[in-house]
């Protein structure tokens, strides 16, 4: 049976794409039913589509559940990103009952209010120097490609879990640490000076809910390395889970409840120093 939550928050699934996880996706889905969906960007991935689409059935699958949830009464939105950014010009408009937006306030049930964007507009990376972030997306993809043969390899060994080389590989690069926080300043300064409780965002595959001076940075994270999604739930609670073996879990790692804790500037500090270690 599923659980009823009051919204679902899901970014940088990747259909198209050899690397999107279709069929955890669809288990996530089985798992939760809820009153909003939130789409945050990257859903469909026109770059990788150009050259050359991988369409599976269980991608086929999760358009038609989103789909369905949206012809059935839940309120569906779409917030294009970078890689699907060809659907901003049509903001304001409705597609099958989905919602197409370039961002949006959602309030949650205990009255907090959320800025909802993909976030690429704070990578400057991706802003000034486009052909960089499409030569950084072919190595990315071909990382992923390479992660298909090692997942192969894991199953045969009967290896528990998903394992990301892509994703190991992007937590392991001392730059992408500072990309990372850099990313996390510009968003959070943004949803300050609109006066925003909190913001939800994806684009950097980096999941995470984190208490930073007052606003709530919450990043959905991604259906490629991570598999993760935020649910609000009824009570306007926010949760990060993992779709892992078949089942969401929770994701609560004493390490990341102690950086919450800490003041921006020391977090900065102490992770820049890890990294440098």
């Known amino acids: 049976m599923s659980e009823r939550v009051r919204a679902i928050f899901l970014s940088d699934i990747h259909l198209g794409t050899r690397g999107c996880q279709a069929e955890r996706l669809l288990e996530f889905l089985r798992c939760y039913e809820s009153e909003y969906l939130y789409l945050v960007g990257d859903i469909v991935d026109f770059w990788a589509m150009s050259r050359g689409i991988v369409w599976t059935a269980q991608q086929n699958t999760v358009v038609q559940k989103i789909l369905r949830r949206a012809r059935h009464g839940q309120h569906v939105f779409l917030i294009p990103g970078n890689h699907d950014e060809a659907l901003r010009e049509y903001g304001g ?97 943004a949803a300050r000076e609109r006066g925003m409780d909190g913001v939800i965002c994806g684009h950097i595959h980096s999941a995470v809910i984190r208490e930073i001076d007052g606003v709530t940075y919450i990043n959905c994270g991604d259906w490629v390395d991570s598999c993760t999604a935020i649910v609000e739930h009824l009570d306007g609670r926010m949760e990060l889970l993992h779709q892992a073996d078949g089942q969401p879990v929770r994701q609560e790692e004493p390490a990341m409840v102690a950086l919450a804790d800490l003041s921006l500037s020391s977090l900065h500090k102490s992770l820049r120093e890890k990294a440098d270690a």
Do not use: C, M
Request: glycine share 8%; proline share 1%.
């Open 93 to 189: 408009v409705s597609f099958g009952d989905i919602k197409v937006v370039n961002e949006h306030v959602h309030i949650a049930a205990d009255g907090r209010r959320y800025l909802l964007i993909h976030g690429d507009e704070f990578d400057q990376v991706t802003r000034y120097h486009r052909w960089v972030a499409v030569l950084g997306d072919v190595a990315y993809n071909w990382l992923v490609s390479l992660n298909n043969g090692l997942s192969w390899l894991r199953r045969h060994l009967k290896r528990p879990g998903y394992w990301s080389l892509a994703g190991y590989a992007k937590r392991r690069i001392k730059t992408a640490v500072s990309f990372i926080f850099d990313f996390e300043d510009s968003v959070i300064h």
